[in-house]
């Protein structure tokens, strides 16, 4: 085990503070990686101040982040695919069985001996796992995605949270050319999906309640954008769309967006905000209209989310900061005022 430079917290009203957590020598099978850019995703929010204590309670001291990116310093000596100085990503998941029916579909997000990278049990220490807000990871080669190239770094993070978790549910629904696409909330997660769904040909309506993200809206490949406050303009959709991903972290009405949902539409939540949501049922039997989830996404679908964006030259709008201003980016956050997603510059770190 080394000593690892990190942010945690220490309970679910407590800062984050500089802190050094243990994290295990590379074994044969693991490549460590020095990370470069760690994304803030909603989810660390919700995991730090224990938002979702009902489903999965955190363990403290907490250290979250799992949008990570970075430079390979050592691998193991059964690694084949990774060697010290290249690029690799890592997202949400750092383990599973390999050998269960979800593992076996490519689906190890549902692996129910799967391995979060954060607040997960961890098999090779004890305790729990620790994310990225850290110098750096030691992570099992398969769970290890590759980089393209030509993307840059600090807009790249996101993608292993905010883009698979966007991308995946628009395939999986077949969102297309000549499909009707709306994606609620333009946060770190909607502004990819409308990112995703425009370079997949579908015509895209972002909804939210932010006045002044309306002109970033059509810039990011919207070509209508709703003002979702506003009854007139929701109104003006009803029972028109194929597809509706909702990627809002806050208490809201879903109801308003299964009514704009054509016959046999669906609408699929990945915002999981801390209360449940109320759904009115005639909305969905008018219409055999569809409610879905999605968690994240399987790792071949994520390396292929990020070969997508390395062909169409995708990635998330960031605000790059230090790792000195988290508390600072949190509390932003909370009042959807990020434009589009915080990515620590983990150099920063250095001088923590
Ligand atoms: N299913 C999964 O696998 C998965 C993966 C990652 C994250 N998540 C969850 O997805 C949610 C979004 O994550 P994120 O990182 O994208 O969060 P985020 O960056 O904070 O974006 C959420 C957006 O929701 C909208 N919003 C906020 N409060 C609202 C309210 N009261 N009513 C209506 N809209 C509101 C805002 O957009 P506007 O300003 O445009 O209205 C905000 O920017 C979180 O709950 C997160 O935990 C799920
Ligand atoms: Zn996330
Ligand atoms: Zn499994």
Redesign the pocket.
Known sequence: MYNAKAYSVASATSPFVSTTIGRRDPTEHDVQIEILFCG????D??TARNEWSATMATTYPCVPGHEIVGRVTKVGSAVTQFKPGDLGAVG?LVDSDGTCPACQANLE?FCPNATFTYNSPDKHLGGVTYGGYADSIVVNERFVLRVPSNLDLAGTAPLL??GI?TYSPLRHWGVTKGKKVGV???????HMGVKFAHALGAHTV?????AS?KEDALRLGADEVVL?RNADEMQKHAGSFDFILD??????DINAYINLLRIEGNLT?????EKPHAVNAFGLIFGRRSLS????GGIAETQEMLDFCGQHNITSDVEVIPIQKINEAYER??K?D?K??FSIDMASLKSA
């Open positions: 803030i995703c909603h989810s929010l919700h949400c997000q949270c905010a978790t609620v909330g333009l946060g770190g997660l909607g972002a909804f939210t309640t932010s993200k979702s990627a809002v972290a806050a208490e809201h939540v990945v915002g999981a905000p989830g999605s968690l994240i956050l909370v959807s990020v589009y997603r």
